[in-house]
């Protein structure tokens, strides 16, 4: 408890200071060697409606706002601990029950010897100030959402551009996009309901990998159509061009990202440059272009090269009719551990019906 107001540790300094803080119409404060309040001038008690002795000591939190408290505390603490000066923003209280923003000035007082004696505290209602620096806080909060949702609106329409040049240049249809974006969002779902690569899988992450998996093989609009469109097999020559759409991609979305940054804050290109280089890497580290091997391919293009596969397998192409849906099923689970990361086909297997419901209800035309 701190001392009253006769009490013989006040120097004669800290009597004439509360003498003169009395007449001032700013709230002071005074505590004792032990940190606790032994005085409050007339302009505290106005304030807050209260008596010194409802103040006295710690009775002065009563009267902090609840949200404000702990800090309120820990700040004191740590300064009183260290003997110096501090400033700190709260709210206090006033006696018609407003709370009301303090600026509260505290500094301690020693005596001609040094000997600590207490705190003096001088505090300013700043409640004017504070709140409409909170309202401008907000209005600068609101105006960044604004310019994030603008950027993010910009990127989608990239994204649909993107899109249809590299649906123009391929032979697939929209359900490809369709079948696609579920199926690894499916795989993504399921990595993170069993907690694998939960680091690389947050919300954020699976939206990115939803959003930007349609881009996996927008470097195919500059391969030439009669590679691309082939009906027979490819010569080597030309498979070797054919695999030149991966690194291709990862330049277009590249260039892109450099013309339009990454204004929505949200990695958004980068999720679509690791999907378009990496989808033909194998967990083997032999695919291509890069031929990277196990987690060096990034976690997207490995999720992607699973869906991808799965889907030329069920669906015609050029140079081959469409396989049964158990047969593409069979034909994963053979790659596990060669073509694809083992987790994500465990993660294939146990949403291998959903695949199948995604692939009869978007089939092509
Ligand atoms: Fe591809």
Not at 120 to 131: A, L, T, Y
Not at 175 to 200: E, F, M, P, W
Not at 230 to 253: C, D, F, N, R, Y
Not at 316 to 323: H, I
Request: aromatic share 10%.
């Amino acid at each position: 408890m701190g001392n009253p107001k006769n009490s013989p540790s006040f120097s004669g300094a800290r009597i004439e200071f509360r003498d003169a803080a009395d007449n001032t119409p700013a709230l002071i404060w005074m505590a004792g060697e032990d940190g606790l309040c032994s005085w409050f001038n007339r302009g505290w008690l106005e304030f807050t409606g209260r008596t010194m002795e409802q103040e006295f000591g710690n009775g002065w939190v009563e009267g902090v706002h609840p949200q404000d408290l702990q800090n309120c505390f820990d700040q004191y603490t740590e300064h009183f601990n260290a003997r110096d000066s501090f400033l700190l923003e709260y709210r206090l209280r006033r006696s018609d029950g407003q709370y009301r923003w303090i600026l509260d000035s505290g500094t301690p007082v020693f005596d001609p010897q040094g000997t600590f004696l207490g705190y003096n505290g001088v505090c300013f209602d700043i409640h004017e100030r504070k709140e409409s620096e909170n309202a401008h806080n907000k209005k600068l909060h609101h105006l960044w959402e604004c310019e994030k949702k603008r950027a993010r609106n910009k990127e989608n329409q990239l994204l649909e551009i993107l899109n249809s040049l590299a649906l123009g240049k391929d032979d697939d249809t929209g359900c490809h996009i369709i079948r696609t974006q579920a199926y690894v969002k499916a795989l993504a779902n399921r990595l993170q309901s069993t907690g694998h690569y939960l680091d690389q899988l947050t919300d954020r992450d699976v939206d990115n990998l939803f959003r930007t998996a349609p881009l996996h093989d927008v470097g195919k609009m500059a391969i030439p159509d009669h590679i691309l469109k082939k009906p027979g097999k490819l010569t080597e020559e030309e498979w070797q061009v054919m695999q030149t759409h991966a690194s291709l991609g990862a330049e277009i979305l590249s260039t892109a990202k450099l013309k339009y940054g990454d204004k929505g804050g949200d990695n958004l290109l980068n999720t679509a440059i690791d999907i378009a280089s990496g989808h033909h890497e194998k967990w083997d580290g032999t695919g291509y272009p890069q031929g990277l091997k196990g987690q060096d391919i990034p976690l997207v293009a490995r999720i992607m090269a699973v869906a991808d596969v799965y889907d030329a397998l069920v669906c015609v192409r050029p140079y081959k009719k469409a396989w049964a849906h158990e047969q593409a099923v069979e034909e994963i689970i053979n790659l596990k551990g060669s073509a694809f990361d083992p987790l994500i086909v465990e993660a294939f297997i146990l949403e291998q019906d959903l695949f199948k419901e995604i692939l009869d209800e978007h089939h092509d035309a």
